[in-house]
């Protein structure tokens, strides 16, 4: 099966055996037990459905997977097991319950955290550097200024002067469009919510360490901190989660090309002051010419797409993020993260047009 294409694979992966009569699509398997003497004894240790979303999400991804019951509890299985002392470097912003929760970690004396922007050229970052880091926490494209950070050459910067783990948070990527771990990632997280499940009807969340040797310490880490803190997902969501990443091909080339084809209108558009796009993906970020109130119209005079919060689904969504009063300050006041869904991109252009006239006035 690694001989196809991904597209081909996360279709085909996941499958029953094919024997006469099996059926094509997985079963849900909604057990909390099983009988003794088998691989697994207890639902937190393992169940069938969630092993076969994570054989995709690791294939796709060129390791191998564990999922959770969602990006947060994902994220907590690294951050929460991480040592007392951890030197944490990561971004200026990042992801709000990631945000929070490293400062969390670091007022209860656990870690330090340094924050810095991780877009800027790697030598500057070293140079930024207040003493040795343990950890590099990176987002890209980031949640939510759809940055892009250049992982490789900031890790070849900074793995010779640091003992250092790389964690990447890939959920605006993907893994049709990047694999961290060929970077030097040695875990990549997804919160599978978004883009993977697609639906918006789904918590999940995904770690994934390289397969062989080099990942089965992590592994098994990761392995036990699932276990001991209940983070198993649910079968069937597992099992949504799965369904939904059959059509991923078909929905990242669609969101995609709708997303860059409105890049290009409001680039060009004299009611937005800065477009935030990288070329690639379903999520952008936009400052119409307004103040945070302006920015709170435009997004409750749209129509067709929803004033909600999440990203990667097929409908569309519209947020001004600093309407969270946690979010970090360094986000713009007016700033609105767009989600493009798989609808018309000339609907979609519509409504932001006339949701931009009610906010910012010709």
């Known amino acids: 099966m690694n001989l196809w294409h991904p597209d081909t694979r996360v279709v085909a992966g996941g499958r029953p055996p094919r024997v006469p009569g099996s059926p094509v699509s997985p079963p849900i398997v909604p057990t909390s037990t099983y009988q003794a003497d088998g691989p697994v004894g207890y639902a937190r240790h393992g169940n069938p459905s969630v092993a076969d979303v994570e054989a995709v999400i690791g294939d796709l ?11 947060m509890a994902a994220a907590a299985a690294i951050l929460d097991d991480l040592p007392l002392g951890t030197r944490v470097l990561t971004g200026e912003v990042t992801y709000n319950g990631v945000y929070q929760r490293m400062g969390e970690l670091a007022q209860r004396g656990i870690i330090t955290v340094q924050r810095t922007d991780l877009t800027a050229d790697p030598s500057d970052v070293l140079a930024s550097l207040t003493g040795p880091v343990d950890l590099l926490w990176c987002e890209t494209p980031s949640n939510p200024l759809v940055e892009v950070i250049d992982v490789p050459a900031l890790v070849a910067a900074l793995r010779p002067v640091s003992a250092l783990r790389v964690v990447v948070d890939s959920t605006l990527g993907g893994p049709l469009r990047q694999q ?11 919160s599978a919510t978004k883009a993977l499940a697609g639906h918006s009807d789904v918590l ?16 098994a880490a990761i392995s036990r901190r699932r276990v001991l803190s209940g983070g198993m997902p649910s079968p069937f969501d597992a099992w949504l989660t799965l369904r939904g990443m059959r059509t991923l091909a078909l929905r990242t080339d669609r969101m995609e090309q709708t997303a860059q084809i409105l890049t290009a209108r409001l680039r060009a558009d004299p009611r937005v002051m800065r477009v935030r796009y990288p070329g690639f993906g379903s999520v952008l970020a936009i400052e119409p010419r307004t103040d945070g109130a302006g920015a709170d119209a435009l997004v409750n005079a749209l129509r067709l797409w929803w004033n ?26 007016a700033l609105i993260r767009l989600s493009v869904g798989i609808e018309h991109p000339a609907d979609l252009w519509s409504d932001l047009d006339q949701a931009l006239t009610v906010a910012v006035p010709r």
């Open 61 to 71: 991804e060129g390791g191998r997977a564990l999922t959770f019951s969602s990006g």
């Open 180 to 190: 961290p771990l060929t970077w030097g990632a040695d875990v990549v997280l997804h």
């Open 204 to 219: 999940l969340g995904a770690l994934i360490v390289p397969a062989g040797e080099s990942g089965d310490a992590t592994w």
């Open 308 to 333: 909600a919060t999440s990203l990667g689904g097929v409908e569309s969504l519209a947020e001004r993020r600093r309407r969270w009063p946690d979010e970090p300050a360094a986000v713009p006041e």
